[in-house]
């Protein structure tokens, strides 16, 4: 069975590896720009109907989107894109002062519409895969980010029914700060601690807020308070 990246692959996932996903190739893609290879992974969820409505989508070149995975609510595994090329799937964003995110990525769309709670198959699988893609590509904790990380404002996925912390507490995402914020509590020191974990896009200050909160703390309403910094500052 040929490894994850090559061209030629069964179309039925494979009963001794159940990471060999079903391969079902888009034709949206095309090759990293300047030499770039993957530092990061974007995580989406796919707001369709199911998770073959998604896959058509995504495969349709009438509508220039593709990412390199899809995962089915009952932990289906699809691969659309090699991970060697650039699949279009983030879209203008920035993260960590970088552009072109699609260049530096890898895009993993998940079978959800965002309002529900992800499902254990689903996100077994998730953190099965995360694991090997980070592994080949020697991509750490902090580069595994949501699509409302790069695009605050213009993304909310995968949105603040997924679980974070699930995956921080497994090192497959950047574990947030939890000591106690210092003083001043102040937008233009929020501004800069939030860049500083990553959130460099441009953006208004209220933006900026939701985006972190989307985040770390999807239930908090209100004005920006010290709690929103505890998530940022060590």
Known sequence: ????????????P?????????????PNFGPRRDGLTPTLIVLHYTAMDSANAALDRLCDPEHEVSAHYLIGADGALWQMVEEKDRAW?????????QSDINSRSVGIELDNSGAQPFSEPQ???LEDLLRQIMTRWSIPSSGVIGHSDMAPGRKTDPGPKFDWLRLERQHLAEPRATNAPLEPFTQEEFRRCAKAA????????????????LRYRPW??????????????S
Not at 1 to 12: E, I, K, L
Not at 226 to 231: E, Q
Request: with cysteine.
């Open 198 to 213: 990553g959130f460099s896009a441009p953006t208004d200050d209220q933006t900026l807020l939701d985006a972190v909160r």
């Open 123 to 125: 996100m077994s699988k």
């Open 220 to 233: 908090a309403k209100g004005p920006l308070c010290a709690k929103d910094f505890s998530v940022l500052r």
């Open 14 to 26: 494979s009963t001794t590896d159940p990471l060999t996903p079903i391969w079902h190739p888009s």
């Open 89 to 97: 799937h983030a879209g203008a964003g920035e993260w960590q002062g």
């Open 1 to 12: 069975m040929p490894a994850v990246g090559t061209r030629h692959r069964s179309a039925v």
